[in-house]
């Protein structure tokens, strides 16, 4: 008996907030160093309209909110009126497929290559003055040594957070939908947010209500200047990515919950507890966000090693209303297509994630049908 699209939990629509979408497969946000210089080139734009469809949602890669946060070769920002008019031929073909887009906002802290930074030779900034272990490759080779940063005083933290704000003003006229804040993964707000990164002892450590006081000052911040319908965040409580960890994720992830509820956000995205297990172990059914998940009253999108059959799984048994995908919708541009079919999947090649040719890794990936 051939199987109906409104038999697949995935693939039944969804209303988040005032967007309504037609299915709950989101495109995650995945950094792929193609943006030279910092500007969305016009590779950027074949790339995600190949992975919009009409009711689709998508974040953009991780985008870079002030010149000195430039932490990355040929990663995205939205700091300048350049950068607004780089994104808007990228907006404007996913809108033009009736895609929904928010762009994710982010400050990588300790976390970054200074030498892409306008301070160069001054230490990175953090919660702390604890370095970073190198960044390797899978064979445990160093790719990148962090230097040591240096602790953000309270008054710096003011400006960040001003930064976000403009940032988030920025992408709305670049005529993004939303934003998403990034608030994962070993990168700033994370390494406020987490016990074994953030060693301060004034109102920004500490206690859990003074680690999550960054990222909720942004969350506010942002919501007054854009409206809070349009913003989400994405959080990681129980990574460890980025040397960034925290004796108790759960009551983090909790804490932020319900913390989000008093601003009415429109999103919370948070990725599973494991993200970063094999492809054999994420299969696996996995309960590790169902208490942020109650706990949360807006649209809960979960993320991190899911395929058809658990993310199908996910959403009958109301684990979560959306579910992001990263690296099976680089490899499938056409992934909700191939989820209805219940089709063979492109395998992602690892090797060229990261490598910045326009094309190859990039838009290269095939489609069912020679057409997209």
């Known amino acids: 008996m051939e ?77 300048s009126k350049e950068h607004i008019y780089a994104w808007k031929p990228v907006v404007e073909a996913v809108h033009a497929k009736g895609g929904i887009f928010f762009c994710q906002l982010w400050h990588p802290g300790r976390a970054s290559d200074q030498s892409f930074e ?12 604890k370095p970073c272990s190198p960044f390797t490759d899978a064979t445990g080779e160093v790719l990148l040594e962090y230097k040591t940063p240096r602790r953000l005083k309270p008054e710096e933290i003011t400006v960040i957070v001003n930064d976000f704000r403009v940032a988030a003003r920025n992408a709305m006229e670049a005529g993004f939908d939303g934003v998403e804040i990034h608030g994962a993964n070993g990168y700033l707000i994370d390494q406020f947010l987490k016990d074994q990164v953030n060693d301060r ?12 006081k ?11 200047e854009i409206g809070a319908d349009r913003v989400g ?24 919950a319900r913390s989000l509820n008093r601003y009415g956000v429109l999103y919370c995205h948070m990725v599973e507890s494991r993200a ?3 492809q054999e172990q994420s299969d696996q059914w996995s309960d590790s966000l169902v208490p942020m998940r109650r706990a949360f009253n807006g649209t809960f999108i979960a993320a991190g090693g899911y395929r058809r059959e658990n993310g199908n799984d996910a959403i009958a048994q109301d684990r979560a209303d959306l579910i992001g995908y990263g690296r099976l919708f680089l490899a499938n541009p056409d992934l909700p297509k ?24 990039y838009t290269d990936y095939p489609f069912l049908n020679p057409k997209p």
């Open 214 to 224: 960054l990222a909720l000052e942004v969350v506010v911040t942002i919501a007054n």
């Open 201 to 212: 002892s004034d109102e920004y450590g500490g206690s859990l209500e003074n680690r999550c």
């Open 118 to 129: 306008s301070n160069i030779g001054q230490p990175p900034v953090s919660s702390t003055d």
């Open 233 to 256: 965040i994405r959080l990681s409580p129980f990574s460890n990515h980025m040397d960034s960890g925290d004796s108790d994720p759960e009551a983090l992830g909790i804490y932020m």
């Open 338 to 361: 191939r989820f209805e079919l219940d089709a063979p999947l492109n395998k992602y090649e690892r090797d060229t994630f990261y490598t910045g040719d326009p094309v190859v890794g």
């Open 3 to 79: 199987i109906q699209r409104e038999q697949i939990p995935l693939l039944t629509p969804y209303k988040m907030g005032n967007f309504q979408l037609t299915h709950r497969i989101v495109l995650t946000p995945m950094t792929r160093f193609r943006c030279y210089n910092t500007f969305p080139q016009s590779h950027s734009v074949l790339y995600y309209s190949q992975r919009t469809t009409n009711g689709g949602f998508l974040i953009a890669e991780a985008t870079v909110i002030s010149r000195d946060a430039q932490g990355f070769k040929d990663t995205p920002g939205i700091w």
């Open 276 to 278: 970063e297990a094999t």
